[in-house]
């Protein structure tokens, strides 16, 4: 199983990010841009692994409470499109701590630090300067163990477990 735990976006910031995919394509990027039922915020990649249970214990562990997040303004890295996020110590420390679990657990996860952010498209290619995307923001509630899988040619993420972060 391919895995990582993320954040799901709410519906609100999703249309908001799908919104600015459109612009992306009306100003003449060519990508590959992410499906809006697959846009996330990873905070952790697991990679390849039969472990499912053991890192839904790490996240069932999580005792994390749920936090505003703002989503603002675009980048890249190389061919990867992606929306900002402002700085959340909140949300550093889910994933610090939820990383931390992981290796615990021996995980083997990638040593660079985490940088937030959710990417909209690959292997893009595109002449000037990227749109503003304004400021939007979402409650972080939940967090979720997802499995990435190919689907007829198609990527696909399957929730294999969800929690809920404190009120």
């Not at 249309?15 to 846009?39: C, I, K, M, W, Y």
């Not at 692994?49 to 994390?64: E, S, Y």
């Not at 995980?107 to 000037?128: K, V």
């Not at 509630?141 to 972060?165: A, C, I, N, W």
């Amino acid at each position: 199983m391919r895995l990582f735990l993320a954040l799901p976006l709410s519906a609100e910031l999703r249309a908001h990010l799908t919104d600015a995919q459109a612009r992306l394509r009306a100003q003449g990027v060519r990508a590959n841009f992410s499906r809006p039922e697959n846009l996330h915020l990873t905070l952790a990649f697991l990679g390849e692994t039969p472990r499912a249970r053991d890192a839904a214990r790490v996240m069932a562990a999580c005792r994390d409470a749920a936090f505003p997040l703002t989503v603002a303004g675009l980048g890249r890295f190389g061919g990867v499109l992606w929306a900002g996020v402002r700085p959340c110590p909140p949300l550093e420390a889910l994933a610090e701590g939820l990383q931390a679990g992981l290796r615990a657990a021996g995980f083997s996860l990638e040593a660079r630090p985490f940088r937030a952010h959710i990417t909209l498209a690959r292997q893009a290619r595109l002449d000037g300067p990227l749109p503003e995307l304004p400021p939007a923001e979402m409650l972080a509630d939940r967090l979720l163990l997802l499995e990435s899988l190919r689907r007829d040619g198609r990527l696909v993420y399957r929730t294999v477990q969800e929690k809920r972060l404190r009120a």
